[in-house]
């Protein structure tokens, strides 16, 4: 069974300009959720989605939002990007009910320049 | 905003010792709790997940939770060099489904 795909893997952006990270959940999960993780601020959750529609947010600007398709493949987008957006960004996938555990892709590694 | 809290650490430990990694929570509605290990520059991994008071034990890993005190740990036995990583706990936010809340992560060391 393929676990979370996360692509792509490294993106380099300059200030201003928008990004898009892709996920695909493992087959049969339909609970994408993505986080953003830095050395001083650890995992931070960004939101989650679960069969198309945004579930849980959490504390982080507008400039960050998300999707799910009808195949429950996630995209996260970051508009007007900033040196503090730099940072490893996870995606994690479950069954999505409660006590359902997360499983992680390898992250997409954002440098805003 | 509901918080979970680690030591940092390093936490160094011998080859071989116990490791013990502790973790508490602010959040009393929190009803599952999360072990991930984390190498350098790669994504957690689950190790355990609980949801009673008590210990669960899965091979070298024991976790213990105890929700009166909201204190959850995890112990290593036989500590070896390939346990060195990065220990994050988590929880789940009361009411919230699949919203998770990570620790900053413990740094853990077994030293040959």
């Known amino acids: 069974k393929a676990g979370v795909t996360q692509t792509p893997r490294y993106l380099i952006k300059t200030r201003g300009q928008q990004v898009t990270l892709s996920c695909s959940p493992i087959?049969?999960?339909?609970?994408v959720s993505w986080y953003q993780q830095t050395p001083g601020q650890g995992l931070q959750f960004l939101f989650e989605y679960f069969s198309e529609t945004q579930r849980n947010k959490g504390n982080f600007p507008g400039r960050f939002s998300g999707r799910q398709f009808s195949n429950s493949r996630s995209e996260m987008n970051v508009s007007t990007l900033e040196l503090g957006d730099s940072a490893l960004y996870l995606c994690?996938?479950?069954?999505?009910?409660?006590?359902?555990?997360?499983?992680f892709g390898a992250g997409t590694r954002l440098s805003v320049l | 905003q509901k918080e979970v809290e680690q030591n940092s650490g390093p936490l160094s430990v011998p080859e071989g010792a116990i490791a013990s990694l502790n973790c508490t929570y602010s959040d009393r509605g929190s009803q599952s709790f999360f072990w991930y290990r984390q190498y350098s520059g790669k994504s957690p991994e689950l190790i355990m997940s609980i949801y009673s008071n008590g210990d669960k034990e899965d091979g070298r890993f024991t976790a213990q939770l105890n929700k009166a005190s909201q204190y959850v740990s995890l112990l290593i036995r036989d500590s070896q060099p390939s346990d060195s990583a990065t220990y994050l706990c988590?929880?789940?936010?009361?009411?919230?489904?699949?919203?998770?809340?990570f620790g900053t992560g413990t740094k853990l060391q077994v030293i040959p």
């Open positions: 988590a929880a789940d936010a009361s009411g919230g489904y699949q919203k998770v809340t």
């Open positions: 994690a996938s479950s069954l999505g009910l409660v006590q359902n555990i997360q499983y």
């Open positions: 087959s049969g999960h339909r609970s």
